[in-house]
């Protein structure tokens, strides 16, 4: 199984800050990447998928990067509804696996 | 618009089975693989299982392998997931979601609002 570690676990930043959250997998994984934002008692949307495309409706501020094993998804500018917690997920093969979570917060 | 809406979520003894369903609809079901995916309390995401557009093909996480199984009923636009001999570790918001192809893409671009299986004596 494809492992996919996230860091930070968490973290906090004030309305404006870029924001970046990285996503490594244990093997190769291509561009098989998306990204997902949960916000509390609500279920995951998707963001950005094939690691740098930006899903419908979303806004520019989010975007993608990487191929491989190392991926990142940044927030340009970051404003009190980005407040949630980021999943990465790798679309490589089955069994699909999660990242463990970031959980952004503002200061 | 794409609308999912999960069912037959609840409190079941340990060992017992259920049966989760999810309706889809404002969208073509039948041309789309469907997923589960769950999440235990307080915890990460855990994909469950896949199904094919036309429900030929199955694939599943192996803590349900053998365990839970998947199926759809295209003519009712219905996901269903069969679980059986549950386990306390079964205890999560099931989440319904729509792949956005067919042929699966392994992704998940609509979720429905999930429904709780607590699985409790």
């Known amino acids: 199984d494809i492992q996919m570690t996230q860091s930070p676990s968490s973290l906090s930043a004030s309305v404006g800050d870029r924001v970046t959250v990285t996503c490594r997998a244990s093997?190769?994984?291509?561009?098989?990447l998306n990204w997902y934002q949960q916000k509390p008692g609500k279920a995951p949307a998707l963001l950005i998928y094939?690691?740098?495309s930006l899903q419908s409706g979303v806004p520019p501020r989010f975007s993608g990067s990487g191929s491989g094993t190392d991926f990142t998804l940044t927030i340009s500018s970051l404003q009190p509804e980005d407040s949630a917690t980021y999943y990465c997920?790798?679309?490589?093969?089955?069994?699909?696996?999660f990242g463990g979570g970031t959980k952004v917060e503002i200061k | 618009q794409v609308l999912l809406v999960e069912s037959g979520g609840g409190v079941v003894q340990p060992g017992r089975s259920l049966r989760l369903s999810c309706a889809a609809s404002?969208?073509?079901?039948?041309?789309?693989?469907m997923h589960w995916v769950r999440q235990a309390p307080g915890k990460g995401l855990e994909w469950v299982a896949l199904?094919?557009?036309?429900?030929?093909?199955?694939y599943y996480a192996d803590s349900v392998k053998g365990q839970f199984t998947i199926s759809r009923d295209n003519s009712k636009n219905t996901l269903y997931l069969q679980m059986s001999s549950l386990r306390a570790e079964d205890t999560a918001i099931y989440y319904c979601?729509?792949?956005?192809?067919?042929?699966?893409?392994?992704?998940?671009?609509?979720w429905g609002p999930g429904t709780l299986v607590t699985v409790s004596s």
């Open positions: 979601a729509r792949d956005p192809r067919a042929v699966a893409a392994k992704a998940f671009d609509y």
């Open positions: 404002g969208f073509t079901f039948s041309s789309h693989a």
């Open positions: 199904i094919s557009s036309d429900g030929s093909n199955n």
């Open positions: 093997q190769s994984i291509s561009s098989y």
């Open positions: 094939a690691a740098s």
């Open positions: 997920q790798q679309s490589y093969n089955t069994p699909l696996t």
